[in-house]
């Protein structure tokens, strides 16, 4: 899509080496109100595709203060949390939190900032290794992202490193709270800053070491010249920002996309298993119509969790339209360029 009480924190000084919070507006860790958690993951509400579902899986908590640590289960990167029952949306404006923050696995993190603070409710993922931590995607501005990430990434001494699922401004207005933070790099928003950044020649991928925890990134312009996708080793996770996702997929450039979508599928076969494919917003309810442009609730929502096999089914539309795209709508997404 095109459209996104000061608080100190003491320990700043020792998260990022030094990374401080810029005095945006944030709710405390016990305001947060995040949903309970589905014992069996909520991993019915989508297809799982892959090899790893989460269903059955322990019952996790909300993330707090405390940060990535806790659990020796987690340290097995077979071990997730699932999803939570529901994500904030929209419809519980006086006591959801701005951020929604959610422990997938260990070292891993689903953030969604709130539709009451834009009607475009992005996601945003972190991965942590022992080196660096990746943060792709800043959502809107207006919320404190910042002090969000400081908290998950307390006691851990890690380089931040913010990249883009693309450069669209629901995704990157909340870079500014990043620049010049201490131990942080704000990756550019330009095709080829993205590549050189990354390391990308040609259309093959790229690895970006972590430390212990390797993430690919490929090129996959379409809904925008800059995009891509990236897939965590660990968690087998496949992030695909605007290019998929249970929503309206809009296409700037249809010879690009049509070309990115089977590109991007040569790279999954290529021995990277995709537990669950993860985009950068929802626009569908479970049943009936997606919601009108530029509402602020989704009462009712689809899961965000996609798999690979609407992965393939994108792939198969977008070939059988050739180069005549059409609106198409699928159960999962609809193609509309």
């Not at 207005?173 to 040609?202: C, E, H, M, P, Y």
């Not at 690895?207 to 090129?219: E, H, I, K, T």
């Not at 965000?304 to 539309?317: P, Y």
Request: one cysteine or more; charged letters at 15%.
């Amino acid at each position: 899509m095109t459209s996104l009480v000061t608080r100190s924190l003491a320990f700043a000084g020792i998260v990022l080496g030094g990374l401080a919070s810029v005095g945006a507006c944030s709710p405390s860790a016990s305001d947060t109100s995040i949903p309970e958690p589905d014992p069996a993951g909520s991993g019915a509400e989508g297809t799982s595709g892959g090899t790893t579902t989460s269903g059955g899986l322990p019952t996790p908590g909300p993330v707090t203060d405390a940060g990535p640590g806790g659990t020796t289960d987690a340290q097995d990167a077979s071990f997730t949390y699932g999803f939570p029952t529901k994500w904030i949306d929209g419809t519980a404006c006086g006591t959801d939190p701005t951020i929604q923050t959610w422990k997938y696995a260990e070292g891993t993190f689903i953030l969604r900032q709130s539709l009451c603070t834009t009607f475009e409710g992005p996601f945003m993922y972190l991965f942590v290794g022992t080196a660096k931590a990746l943060l792709v995607d800043t959502g809107t501005g207006g919320v404190d992202l910042l002090s969000e990430v400081t908290k998950l990434l307390a006691g851990k001494f890690v380089q931040l490193v913010v990249a883009h699922s693309h450069s669209h401004g629901d995704h990157v207005s909340g870079d500014n709270a990043f620049k010049g933070q201490a131990s942080t790099t704000v990756v550019g928003l330009q095709t080829t800053a993205v590549k050189q950044f990354f390391g990308i020649t040609g259309d093959g991928p790229a690895s970006f070491d972590l430390g212990g925890r390797v993430v690919d990134v490929l090129a996959i312009p379409g809904h925008q010249a800059a995009h891509v996708a990236y897939y965590d080793h660990a968690t087998r996770l496949l992030l695909t920002g605007d290019t998929l996702y249970p929503g309206r997929l809009y296409i700037d450039d249809w010879d690009s996309y049509r070309t990115s979508v089977p590109r991007l599928i040569a790279f999954v076969d290529a021995q990277r298993p995709v537990s669950f494919v993860l985009g950068g917003h929802i626009e569908l309810p479970k049943t009936g119509a997606d919601y009108a442009y530029g509402v602020k609730q989704h009462p009712n929502e689809h899961a965000l969790q996609l798999g690979d096999a609407e992965l393939r089914e994108l792939a198969a539309g977008v070939n059988a339209m050739g180069a005549t795209p059409k609106r198409e709508v699928h159960t999962s997404f609809i193609i509309s360029p």
